[in-house]
């Protein structure tokens, strides 16, 4: 796994939200629930993604927008729409048909408008300190135009929207986890683009090739030299490539990485007790996790579980 497949580690869609039929103007979609990234793609006609902080977006027939919460942002016809916002989010949809989600109330009484906008959209929950490394890249709203990889993905979206078949739901999840990830590749790729540091090094020949080792092994007891000998480098060949490109020496972004790892361990394997979880992240000594654990993330292990379970047991919303 290399260090951007690591970041989608829990980033899925479940449920998508979407439509078959059209959006006619004037409309006004405000979408309320501040989810941690929204995927937004046209199948046909165009509108403008207004984000809550930040500008808005133009997006046209099979181009799609990437939207960081938690901010909440609308899908308008055009700036300054006459229409009344109509509030949109999970608890919007209908389960209908085998569990497919089915937007009712967008368009006109259900029925196709020669010309309309189809707008299919993904929400992304992102937990963990993994895949939040994903949104720390991110601005407020990314686009991503026509004539990239993720066109033939939509072509795949506009067949299957069409249809009404079992499993519906999931192949659409899985079309969408697809078309997000060819959505952000290309945006990170884009000329004059400013992609994070991470992902420039994955090019590398001998950073690139170090970041792949450490995600694929970090428990294993590496060095700075038998980091370089298992690519085939010098010592001091390695050490400069990946500070140059990473921006860090290898020995501190492991220790990163782990603790990352091990973050995560603590709120999602409530049965791993601190030293299974300092083994698996490359410490033999629970004491010694635990400094480094409290240097990274300013509490140690046990401090930092019982917080985030605290926080999960939290209850969604208030009482106004």
């Given at each position: 796994m290399d260090q951007f497949g690591d970041v989608f580690r829990e980033v899925r869609a479940h449920g998508s939200v979407?439509?078959?039929?059209?959006?006619?103007?004037?409309?006004?979609?405000?979408?309320?629930?501040?989810?941690?990234?929204?995927?937004?793609?046209?199948?046909?006609?165009?509108?403008?993604?207004?984000?809550?902080?930040?500008?808005?977006?133009?997006?046209?027939?099979?181009?799609?927008?990437?939207?960081?919460?938690?901010?909440?942002?609308?899908?308008?016809?055009?700036?300054?729409?006459?229409?009344?916002?109509?509030?949109?989010?999970?608890?919007?949809?209908?389960?209908?048909?085998?569990?497919?989600?089915?937007?009712?109330?967008?368009?006109?009484?259900?029925?196709?408008?020669?010309?309309?906008?189809?707008?299919?959209?993904?929400?992304?929950?992102?937990?963990?300190?993994?895949?939040?490394?994903?949104?720390?890249?991110?601005?407020?709203?990314?686009?991503?135009?026509?004539?990239?990889?993720?066109?033939?993905?939509?072509?795949?979206?506009?067949?299957?929207?069409?249809?009404?078949?079992?499993?519906?739901q999931v192949v659409l999840d899985r079309l969408l986890d697809w078309m997000l990830v060819c959505t952000?590749?290309?945006?990170?790729?884009?000329?004059?683009?400013?992609?994070?540091?991470?992902?420039?090094?994955?090019?590398?020949?001998?950073?690139?090739?170090?970041?792949?080792l450490l995600h694929a092994e970090p428990a294993a007891p590496w060095s700075v030299s038998s980091l370089a000998a298992r690519i085939g480098v010098s010592r001091s060949t390695l050490a400069k490539r990946f500070a140059d490109q990473v921006g860090e020496p290898p020995l501190a972004y492991l220790t990163r990485w782990r603790m990352a790892l091990a973050a995560d361990l603590l709120v999602d394997r409530a049965t791993m007790t601190i030293g299974e979880i300092a083994r698996s992240v490359g410490y033999s000594d629970p004491f010694g996790f635990s400094a480094a654990f409290k240097r990274t993330k300013g509490v140690n292990p046990s401090e930092f579980r019982r917080a985030a379970t605290a926080h999960d047991r939290e209850p969604m919303g208030g009482v106004g």
């Open positions: 979407f439509s078959r039929a059209t959006l006619s103007p004037p409309f006004a979609l405000n979408f309320v629930d501040g989810a941690p990234l929204t995927l937004c793609t046209l199948l046909s006609g165009s509108g403008w993604v207004v984000p809550e902080d930040g500008p808005p977006e133009h997006i046209s027939a099979y181009e799609s927008a990437v939207v960081r919460g938690p901010g909440t942002f609308s899908f308008v016809d055009e700036i300054g729409t006459k229409a009344e916002p109509e509030a949109c989010g999970e608890f919007c949809t209908t389960l209908e048909e085998g569990g497919t989600r089915y937007r009712r109330g967008w368009m006109d009484n259900g029925e196709t408008v020669e010309g309309g906008t189809v707008l299919i959209v993904g929400a992304y929950p992102v937990r963990g300190e993994i895949s939040r490394r994903l949104l720390d890249a991110l601005p407020a709203v990314l686009r991503v135009s026509a004539g990239g990889t993720g066109d033939a993905v939509l072509d795949h979206l506009a067949a299957e929207v069409a249809i009404d078949a079992p499993g519906q952000l590749r290309e945006w990170f790729d884009r000329p004059g683009g400013q992609p994070p540091a991470w992902w420039a090094a994955q090019r590398d020949p001998v950073a690139g090739e170090a970041l792949r």
